[in-house]
């Protein structure tokens, strides 16, 4: 069985420039995570899909995050423009037994300079 | 809100030591406990679960026991290996709130 997949692996931008990171969840899994893990600290949620609809997206910042899951598979995550606080790894993750086991991607390391 | 703390890291010991990492949690109800590893190059995955008070998660040797009294899940393994040598992250869920709130993570190495 595919793991969750992640891309790019690593990402470096200028600070104002977009920036786009994809996943591609185990098939199957209805819930669909994108987190983001600051240096030295734990992972933190984003928003979460339940199939296509966002469910909790009350911590991405809307400002200049989105985020698109359509027909239910595939996520796209998105920064417009980018900031220097963004650097961080961005982990998106899917699971079918509601929050009691998530498979992790091996996440996007994003550094704005 | 739900936090979790757990013990500073890096933490640094001999194959076959025994091995504690301490994890305590704040949280409304009765939360969901879990510890996921993440091996170097690898993504996030769930070693162990406990999910109500006096339960025991235990796999691959690891085990941690859901301490309602102390607000803990220690988790413990009584001989480690070089192989054990990755991130230990404490985390917990709460049913309602469908999401995993992390601590910030133990770095542990294991030196032959």
């Known amino acids: 069985e595919a793991g969750v997949v992640q891309s790019p692996r690593y990402k470096i931008i200028e600070k104002k420039q977009p920036v786009a990171f994809w996943c591609n969840p185990i098939s199957g899994h209805n819930t669909l995570y994108w987190y983001r893990q600051n240096l030295g600290q734990g992972p933190e949620l984003l928003i979460r899909y339940e199939n296509e609809e966002a469910v909790d997206d009350s911590q991405l910042p809307k400002d200049r995050f989105s985020a698109e899951r359509l027909k239910g598979v595939d996520s796209t995550l998105k920064i417009q423009p980018a900031e220097l606080g963004d650097s961080a790894v961005y982990l998106c993750?899917?699971?079918?037994?509601?929050?009691?086991?998530?498979?992790f991607g091996s996440g996007t390391q994003l550094s704005v300079l | 809100g739900d936090s979790v703390t757990q013990m500073e890291g890096p933490v640094t010991l001999s194959e076959e030591a025994f091995l504690t990492i301490n994890c305590t949690y704040t949280a409304t109800g009765y939360p969901s406990l879990f510890w996921y590893v993440q091996y170097p190059g690898e993504g996030l995955q769930l070693l162990l679960k406990a999910t109500k008070a006096d339960d025991k998660g235990s796999n691959k040797g690891f085990e941690a026991t859901y301490r309602k009294e102390t607000t803990s899940f220690h988790l413990e393994k009584g001989s480690v290996q070089v192989s054990d040598s990755a991130v230990y992250f404490c985390?917990?869920?709460?049913?309602?709130?469908?999401?995993?709130?992390f601590g910030t993570g133990t770095r542990l190495t294991i030196i032959p």
């Open positions: 985390a917990l869920s709460r049913i309602g709130n469908e999401k995993l709130t």
């Open positions: 993750a899917s699971s079918s037994e509601w929050v009691e086991k998530l498979f």
